[in-house]
């Protein structure tokens, strides 16, 4: 049997055409018609690996969660709470900072993505065999989810043009240098989400102290009659 022209439709071929068109023109340049040209495939046979326009992109953000590294989670790992948060927040940014604008799709939460819902899982198991209260470890994963997909839908320093005129010292009297911030993206986006993450960190340890202390003082109490 002669071998096909063009290899045959997976959904890891739609998955990777979906994912390089989110990345170079965003979300609304999806569509099963547009998937299909550069598929080379006719429009229906995308519905025989996904439902809809919403499925692709649940799997496209998906894709995104693999590159999640959650080896800090796990029970061999000696990183403590607190270091596992912070290394996994790191690594949960670059993941979102190298696909921005799947990032709406990863905000929505994990929905039934089975990626995303092993981070999910990761997360707040680890917080609660740390010593977290369940209620209070979800919490915390919502909390992150927050904080990391936040800083990931835009620039601060991208945000200013780098058009010295539009800062008149008579307006703004404080932004001198406002027109120098794109030319420092990296640096500054970068540099604002780390001071973020150790103040968060920084106000959870004061959070885990308190939990903590009745069971410290339990465990320190004299046996009574």
Known sequence: MARPRKPLLSRDRIVEAASALVDAEGLDAVSTRRLAAVLGVSGPSLYNHFRNKDEILD????????????????????????????DWALSYRAALAAHPHIVPVLARGPGRRPAGLRVADAVFGA?????????QATRIGALMRYFITGSALGSFAGGFVDDESAYDPADYPH?????????????????????????LLDGLALQYEEYARPTETVRRAPNRP
Do not use: I, K, N, Y
Not at 59 to 80: G, H, N
Not at 175 to 184: E, I, S, T, V
């Open 127 to 135: 917080m609660v065999g740390a010593g977290w209260p369940p209620a």
């Open 175 to 199: 932004l001198g240098q406002a027109h120098l911030l794109a030319d420092h993206r990296r640096q500054v986006d970068e540099g604002a989400f780390e001071t973020g993450l150790r103040a």
């Open 59 to 86: 799997a496209v953000a998906d894709a995104v969660s693999v590159q999640v590294d959650l080896s800090m989670f796990e029970a061999s790992d000696p990183r403590d709470w607190r270091e596992a948060l912070h």
